[in-house]
């Protein structure tokens, strides 16, 4: 192992002993230190960080300049024991990307999203997707967080879900609105009569029986959207499923229309 890879290590452990994942940080970290490493180089410098950072050819400027301060912030913590690294300066491939505008639910808008999904194919797909958006829109909980619910995190008695390890590896305890318990209740029932037995102890299931994946609830979203009838408010104004937290509120009409089927 090469002195940068086990001062990578060193690096990753120390953050993440703070609270961060850095899943995306660690694995470019990686890949640069591999290409110093096949470069032959024992220290950072801005010229390899830089090169490493745009590639390949014609890269998106944006992903290039988060490349780069993925690098800067490794050189950093180098720096601190290494007086031969450069540490990129911040005007160096500057992020020229703006975040994108909150695209704020109505209430309409939410009640249209979940009747989309009862037009989804499958019905375990229906009941999952539509419950999911009144959940969120109702609680502000991420998308990631109501996928990594477990049966045992969803205490409906108390009316209460337990979110783990969630952002900085911090957990709560969220409380929930009598129209949602009802609401999750509903879907649980419906949930173990399609899928009396299911693959995984998740609370949400796929249309196959397994926990939803992100990036297949994100798809689905899409098509509700169009689905819906809802259009961008502007360029970075477009309807995204981490807006339903933005937009959040305890709203029991949504949650009761969410334990309708047609």
């Not at 209740?185 to 173990?192: G, K, L, P, Q, V």
């Not at 995984?200 to 959207?225: E, I, K, P, Q, W």
């Not at 499923?241 to 334990?259: E, F, K, Q, W």
Request: with cysteine.
């Amino acid at each position: 192992m090469s002195a940068l890879a086990s001062a990578l290590e060193d690096y990753l452990a120390l953050r993440r002993s703070l609270g961060f994942k850095l899943d995306r940080a660690g694995r470019l970290l990686a890949q640069f230190v591999a290409y110093c490493d096949a470069a032959g180089a024992e220290a950072v410098s801005t010229e390899l960080a830089v090169a490493w950072a745009t590639l390949p050819g014609g890269t998106d400027p944006a992903w290039a300049a988060q490349r780069l301060t993925v690098v800067r912030g490794f050189a950093k913590y180098l720096a601190l024991v290494d007086e031969r690294t450069e540490i990129p300066p911040v005007e160096m491939l500057p992020d020229r990307s703006h975040r994108a505008t909150p695209y704020l639910y109505s209430e309409h808008e939410v009640l249209g999203l979940m009747a989309a999904a009862r037009k989804l194919p499958a019905a375990m797909r229906q009941e999952t997707t539509a419950t999911m958006v009144g959940l969120l829109y109702a609680t502000g909980m991420r998308v990631g967080e109501a996928l990594r619910l477990d049966r045992g995190d969803v205490d409906l008695d108390d009316g209460l879900l337990v979110v783990r390890d969630s952002k900085f590896g911090k957990s709560r305890e969220v409380p929930l609105h009598k129209s949602a318990v009802k609401a999750l209740r509903s879907y649980a029932e419906r949930r173990d009569e399609l899928c009396p037995q299911a693959s995984t102890d998740a609370f949400f299931l796929s249309a196959t029986g397994t926990r939803v994946l992100y990036c297949n609830f994100h798809l689905a979203f899409l098509s509700l959207v169009r689905e819906a009838g809802l259009r961008p408010r502007s360029p970075k104004c477009r309807p995204r499923p981490h807006d339903l937290r933005h937009s959040y509120r305890c709203v029991p009409v949504c949650m009761r229309a969410s334990t309708h089927r047609s």
